[in-house]
């Protein structure tokens, strides 16, 4: 099992910053995806940013040039640097891991809410 631990959300104005932070524990396979994934209600959970171990990021169209992914292998931590927010941003994020060695599984964190005003 993974356990995912999430940190970051909060309120912020159109047009500032937030850091995102989830840090992965327990049954941890050198060979992962790591990244994050936002929900609002009515809307299925999309992608907003992944990054492989091997270093293969993923963006989703709309924030790219804004959001920026990264992680931290030896402490299993990924980050998500959130410039230029917008109000269309706003959702709970869930922080994402995947097995990709063997058996593709599959790990959520709880979500953190992100609220951008306008």
């Known amino acids: 099992q993974v356990q995912l631990v999430e940190s970051g959300g909060g309120l912020v104005q159109a047009g500032g910053s937030l850091r995102l932070s989830c840090v992965a524990s327990g049954s941890i396979s050198s060979i992962n995806g790591m990244g994050w994934y936002r929900q609002v209600p009515g809307k299925q959970r999309e992608l907003v940013a992944t990054l492989t171990s091997g270093g293969i990021t993923d963006y989703a169209d709309a924030v790219k040039g804004r959001f920026t992914i990264s992680r931290d292998n030896a402490k299993n931590r990924v980050n998500l640097q959130m410039n230029s927010l917008k109000p269309e941003d706003t959702a709970v994020y869930y922080c994402?891991?995947?097995?990709?060695?063997?058996?593709?599984?599959?790990?959520w964190g709880q979500g953190t809410q992100v609220t951008v005003s306008s």
């Open positions: 994402n891991y995947q097995r990709l060695w063997g058996t593709r599984l599959s790990y």
